[in-house]
């Protein structure tokens, strides 16, 4: 996976990032719904042509004709939490100007526990704090679907609100952005020193 990019989307990037998002959405959460999911159908207007909002993904590098395989997606965007379902004072907290919410975090099935989620969400996290502007990254997961729980515990997050046993088991949390960095710090410190281990 040493091969694998991580990179903020493109409009080359889109139709591959399409087909991962539905193939998740198909596999994983009972298929697409408008309601949640009618990003999914312009991602170039949600995510390429807002200043506030950003797509990144993972990509397998192709034939030389640059056919790149879109392996995983992160997205960005503002905070614009809907009530219901989601209580008032919870609204109140996240849909502010200086808050982002982090969305689309999704692995096509054969590309999972490969690191490759956690590299997304460092990435997007670092741009929402830096380009974005923003000071808080928000999101919530679908308990549910197997895995999603456990991957956000296994972060530097901060659980907000666990509002099981609700209809779609959402769990809220913040990304602690602060420990984030320090941990993609000592990643890429890490990263170098076994490089220059291995040309010895």
Known sequence: MDEVEIRRATTADLGGAVACMREVLERDMGGYQERWHRDIDDLAATYLHDPRAALFVAVEPGSPDGDDRV???TAVRPCRLATPPNPPWLSARYNRPEVCQLVRVWVRPEARRRGLARRLV???????????GYETVYLHTDAGVPGAEAFWRSMPTL?????RP?????????IDVAELSRQSLRQAGAGRLGAVAGRR
């Open 71 to 73: 392996l995983a997606t």
């Open 122 to 132: 460092a990435e997007a996290t670092a741009w929402a704090v830096g380009a974005g």
């Open 159 to 163: 659980e907000v609100l666990d509002t």
């Open 166 to 174: 609700d209809p779609f088991n959402t769990v809220h949390f913040e």
